[in-house]
């Protein structure tokens, strides 16, 4: 096996021991920015598709020696390194137990990318929504690991996965806690409100417009039912016409080169859009519509959640269709029912917002400064106490300076 990866065997007559050199060497990418998860501030690193790039990147911020490597091979023929990284005194015995359990039990020929590993140990594989989060920022796997969380690196891809995920993580994004607290804290309530827009604004137009007109101005509604006089079809086949067309030319975008793509999204949704207008197939309402919960998807940082997004809302689209209102917000309280009973690696998805742990709540919808938030998360960590808060002796400090150099004004004088 030595030999097959790389390394040199070194054979000593008249005596029963192997010497293995270490002497690998392959084609490797260099350190880059990442290319899904970009900031204005912050580190400027990502994940490569080396194995040992990847943990020397955590452990350069982590320079603990309570920070493990537990490092396994998975795979019966591609033998892909797997590392497990936790802090010891952080992290709980029973979670990172788990991680190895559940690990250990894989039995298939290769595993090529990290979203092998993440369908074979998440607690649900039938959720829409991701248990697992998946980030190519080495700072952000440092972030959970002081949290307690436990990351797994895997070789051959730049994606480390982090567990325990929670609904409220998936809204965060990279630089909130890079940024002053009061500006991360209003983006990151306009994440949490685009999201209910990307999720219900399509419904619920097409429940209110079909069902429900008169729980709207009268100005209003006059001016829906001229935007829609001559579209010979009701408001979800609109709705199905421009989301799937959207949808379409997303893919597509993904797809091409990356200087195309942006090209053909933008003129493939103005020209299409215009020309179906123009044509009575859709209204200019339903168009904005779409648009606004196109952008608000964008907003969610996430892919593998807004994901889950962009499906949901195809669900509410005919729920909404069928009963209006009423099956809409059904629609809601069963996805709000199955998130309740949804768990990733013990912990409920629904953290802390269920729990109603008081000191967990100050970095979720909103961040409050760092000053303020001594415990780490106290349903997922061993080590409660994250900092001792010197705030109120850093401004004593600051108020005997200003002191000292008043008292030395009144003397010059």
Known sequence: MAILTGDTVMLIDGTANIIVIGTKGWPARGISEPTTEAVIRGPKEGFTETYR????????RIRDPRLKLKQMQIGRRSFTDIGIMYIEDIAQPELVAEVKRRLSTI??????DSGYIEEFIEDNPYSLFPQIKATERPDKVAAALYQGKVAILVDNTPFGLIVPATFNSFFHAAEDHY???I?????????FIAGTLSLITPA??????SYHPGILPTELVLSIAAAREGVPFPAVIEALILELTFELLREAGVRLPTLIGGVVGIVGG???GQAAVEAGIVSPIMVIIVAVTAISSFSIPDYSFSNAFRLFRFMLIFSAAFLGLYGMILGLLLMLGHLVRLKSFGTPYLSPFVSFTASDLKDTIVRLPMFMMKNRPLGIANDKVRMVNNRHEIKKGANIKEKEKGEDHNDKE
């Open 204 to 209: 619920l137009y097409i429940a209110v417009t």
């Open 270 to 272: 103005l020209v299409i």
């Open 179 to 181: 940024i002053r607290w």
């Open 183 to 191: 500006p991360a804290t209003v983006l990151r309530m306009m994440r």
């Open 53 to 60: 790039f990847n943990s020397a990147l955590v452990r350069r």
């Open 107 to 112: 039995d298939i020929d290769a595993i090529l």
